[in-house]
Nanobody, 120 residues
């Protein structure tokens, strides 16, 4: 199985920055892609950013130019550098990974989430 754990959330003023981290652990063959999603109170979970093959990135329009996703494959880590934060970025942020297990089956893993609050 695979476990994902996020960290780095917190309270920040508008215009500030935060860096979220996600570490993957467990028994697996490879991580094919990783991404960040977020869910604000009363809203559906939405896509934020994704990285595949360690270099191909995609961003939601709402965060493009402000957020940067990256990975450290050697450490099974993923990061989300969030700059110029806005109150509308307030949400729980979830780590997601497309993982191939040692059994060669693939799963879609999720972390428990880390809360980001941006004050105006």
């Amino acid at each position: 199985q695979v476990q994902l754990m996020e960290s780095g959330g917190g309270l920040v003023q508008a215009g500030g920055s935060l860096r979220l981290s996600c570490v993957a652990s467990g028994r697996f063959f490879s991580i094919n892609a990783m991404g960040w999603y977020r869910q604000a109170p009363g809203k559906q979970r939405e896509f934020v950013a994704r990285i595949s093959s360690g270099v191909v990135t995609n961003y939601a329009d709402s965060v493009r130019g402000r957020f940067t996703i990256s990975v450290d494959n050697a450490q099974n880590m993923m990061y989300l550098q969030m700059n110029s934060l806005k109150p509308e970025d307030t949400a729980f942020y979830y780590c997601n990974a497309d993982v191939t297990l040692i059994s060669w089956s693939s799963i879609d893993a999720w972390g428990q989430g880390t809360q980001v609050i941006v004050s105006s």
